[in-house]
């Protein structure tokens, strides 16, 4: 059995560059499995650093934007093989700069990324929140060849223009994921020369492990009779510790060759180019009036809309629906009647009651919507 350390992060390239030390050492069995945590975290607790299989290089919690948050079980096999596909496919390992949390498992994997290419990360200074001008800064002062960035950082970044954007073209590849993308931002990036990649992924899967709809090598993608996004193979985690409910342990599978599996909350459907596209969370789908309504379709027809930069879509408790759609969005001089109007002809039933204009979405992790914050705006608790 192997030890399990605290390494605390507060957005310092020092904390990270101890973090990423203590990684690489449990990587190589050097060391200690290691817990992250950032600023705020609770004290861990004596189950969360009770000793781990000699496998396990890092114990990782996960945001806990649907649910509880759990401690995942990361073997130093599947964190390897989630940084040597990530490589394999975007070309010859290099330098990454670190512009995430790197208590999370995506921030993670940028040090444990450039550790395996043989150079420490370039880390931004987090300690303020997330700066446009201090991202150009320290991309440009690193030289490196790759970063990650969660959609609210991107568009941060194609509105500053100028020294940012310039430093995000620079990049041999930007990974984007953390949350559902607005099409129309990626458009924008990549007419203005961004190399950017969508990523797909979990805690559970040592972070993205689908590019651009389409597995990396060793992850195996399949989708279920109802649509629900299972996945297996080298970068799947051993599982969560600690007391688990039953979907929990139900959540991994050990296929006949030893493979490891996940099964994920997601829906998902092949695309007619044969790419993955997810379609969002199961148990966010909204049931109105008998029909089955995914928020994501919702959130595509509002974000198709002039001036809209961001949406989220919630159901609340209706008497007579079962459930009332409601969105939330950020933009410029929006009006919510109008935007209603406008989406209502191509979404039918589907379309919002009420629309909400915020000044920013609640956010919760390193970037995903606070739906629950969503439905405490619009006056309701309850998942629907």
């Given at each position: 059995?192997?030890?399990?350390?605290?390494?605390?992060?507060?957005?310092?390239?020092?904390?990270?560059?101890r973090?990423?030390?203590?990684?690489?050492?449990?990587?190589?069995?050097?060391?200690?499995?290691?817990?992250?945590?950032?600023p705020?975290?609770?004290?861990?607790?004596?189950?969360?650093?009770?000793p781990?299989?000699?496998?396990?290089?890092?114990?990782?919690?996960?945001t806990g934007?649907?649910?509880?948050?759990?401690?995942?079980?990361?073997?130093a096999?599947?964190?390897?093989?989630?940084?040597?596909a990530?490589?394999a496919r975007?070309g010859?390992?290099?330098?990454?700069?670190?512009?995430?949390?790197?208590h999370?498992?995506?921030?993670?994997q940028?040090?444990?990324?450039?550790?395996?290419?043989?150079v420490p990360a370039?880390?931004?200074?987090?300690?303020?929140?997330?700066r446009?001008?201090?991202?150009?800064?320290a991309a440009t002062?690193s030289?490196?060849?790759?970063?990650?960035?969660?959609?609210t950082?991107?568009?941060?970044?194609?509105?500053a223009?100028?020294?940012?954007?310039?430093?995000?073209?620079?990049?041999?590849?930007?990974l984007?994921?953390?949350a559902?993308?607005?099409?129309?931002?990626?458009?924008?990036?990549r007419?203005a020369?961004?190399?950017?990649?969508?990523?797909?992924?979990?805690?559970?899967?040592?972070g993205?492990?689908?590019?651009?709809?389409?597995?990396?090598?060793?992850v195996?993608?399949?989708?279920?009779?109802?649509g629900?996004?299972?996945l297996?193979?080298a970068?799947?985690?051993?599982?969560?510790r600690?007391?688990m409910s039953?979907?929990?342990?139900a959540?991994?599978?050990?296929?006949?060759?030893?493979?490891?599996?996940?099964r994920?909350?997601d829906l998902?459907?092949?695309?007619?180019?044969?790419r993955?596209?997810?379609l969002?969370?199961a148990?966010?789908?909204?049931?109105t009036?008998?029909e089955?309504?995914a928020?994501?379709t919702?959130?595509r027809?509002?974000l198709a809309?002039?001036?809209v930069?961001?949406?989220?879509?919630?159901?609340l408790?209706?008497?007579?629906?079962?459930?009332?759609?409601?969105?939330?969005?950020?933009g410029d001089?929006?009006d919510?009647?109008?935007?209603?109007a406008?989406?209502?002809?191509?979404?039918?039933?589907a379309a919002?009651?009420?629309?909400a204009?915020?000044?920013?979405?609640?956010?919760?992790g390193?970037?995903?919507?606070?739906?629950?914050?969503?439905?405490?705006?619009?006056?309701?608790?309850?998942?629907?």
């Amino acid at each position: 059995m192997r030890a399990v350390e605290t390494v605390p992060t507060d957005g310092s390239p020092d904390a990270a560059a101890r973090l990423g030390a203590a990684a690489l050492a449990a990587l190589e069995g050097d060391g200690p499995a290691v817990l992250p945590t950032g600023p705020g975290d609770p004290a861990p607790t004596a189950d969360l650093l009770a000793p781990v299989d000699d496998a396990v290089a890092a114990v990782v919690t996960t945001t806990g934007s649907t649910g509880a948050p759990k401690a995942v079980l990361l073997p130093a096999d599947a964190l390897r093989a989630s940084a040597d596909a990530t490589h394999a496919r975007l070309g010859p390992p290099g330098r990454w700069l670190l512009a995430l949390p790197a208590h999370h498992v995506a921030g993670l994997q940028v040090l444990l990324r450039s550790a395996r290419a043989g150079v420490p990360a370039a880390v931004m200074d987090l300690r303020e929140g997330f700066r446009a001008e201090a991202f150009a800064e320290a991309a440009t002062r690193s030289g490196a060849a790759y970063t990650s960035l969660v959609p609210t950082q991107l568009l941060r970044l194609l509105d500053a223009g100028g020294p940012a954007l310039e430093a995000l073209r620079r990049f041999t590849a930007v990974l984007l994921g953390g949350a559902a993308a607005d099409p129309t931002v990626l458009e924008r990036a990549r007419a203005a020369g961004v190399r950017l990649v969508t990523t797909y992924g979990m805690s559970e899967t040592c972070g993205g492990c689908v590019y651009d709809g389409r597995p990396l090598d060793g992850v195996a993608v399949t989708l279920e009779e109802d649509g629900r996004i299972r996945l297996g193979g080298a970068t799947v985690a051993a599982g969560y510790r600690g007391a688990m409910s039953q979907a929990d342990r139900a959540a991994f599978t050990d296929g006949a060759d030893g493979s490891r599996g996940f099964r994920t909350n997601d829906l998902g459907a092949w695309n007619e180019d044969g790419r993955l596209e997810v379609l969002g969370r199961a148990d966010d789908v909204i049931v109105t009036g008998g029909e089955k309504v995914a928020p994501a379709t919702v959130e595509r027809a509002l974000l198709a809309q002039a001036g809209v930069r961001e949406a989220c879509v919630v159901g609340l408790p209706d008497p007579e629906w079962g459930s009332r759609i409601v969105a939330a969005v950020v933009g410029d001089g929006l009006d919510p009647d109008a935007l209603r109007a406008a989406v209502a002809p191509g979404l039918g039933r589907a379309a919002p009651r009420s629309v909400a204009v915020l000044d920013a979405l609640p956010l919760r992790g390193i970037g995903k919507p606070d739906r629950s914050a969503v439905r405490a705006h619009f006056g309701g608790s309850e998942r629907t």
